[in-house]
């Protein structure tokens, strides 16, 4: 066995330990984050999608009477007026702006909160598991140095859980960002990505 699969196998068993510790109450909660988190990005593909017509309305008026759909959206609500129209869209792109901003705040509240409840729970099994070890192990080694070591490794541990469960918000937003750039061009989005993923290649290889 080479010491990648060794590797892959502690990480999956640590993890499944990690996961075994949590109360259940918890892990519905990690749950329902991780499905926010995909509204969040979803939120922010509605804000991006609400802002590409409205600014091609401001550069380009005469794409209301070439469009379908925009056409039938301005009979079915009675305008007759381009700043109405302009208006409109402007409401609609400022009330999109507010929910993604709203489920993103929400969604950060809710991760700092979780990572502190899961700091607690994983505190508590270190403290219980040291505290019922036998006696003789209590004698032989130092207990401030024990404490001290926990209180490390839980703040790594919670430092490590942050980290993670923001990395699967970020990832929700491309996602959603990247598949609609994809749907609109997708030979311009792989051009910006293929740019990206140079340029921070670069910036690693320079900052190491």
Known sequence: MSLIQIKKENSIQLMSSFWKILRSKTKKQIVFLIILMQFSGLAELISLGS???FIS???NPDLINQNIYSNFFIRFLGYKSYDSIIFT???LFLISIFLSTSIRILNLWLTEKMVAIIGSQLSCEAYRRTIYQ???VHIE???SEVLKSITIQVDKTISVINSFLKMIASLAIVFFVFGFLIYTDWLVSLQITLILTVVYSLI???TR
């Open 89 to 91: 869209f402007l409401i």
């Open 51 to 53: 802002l590409i017509p």
């Open 204 to 206: 690693s290889l320079l």
């Open 134 to 136: 036998n006696y003789n």
């Open 57 to 59: 309305l401001i550069t």
């Open 141 to 143: 080694r130092n207990s």
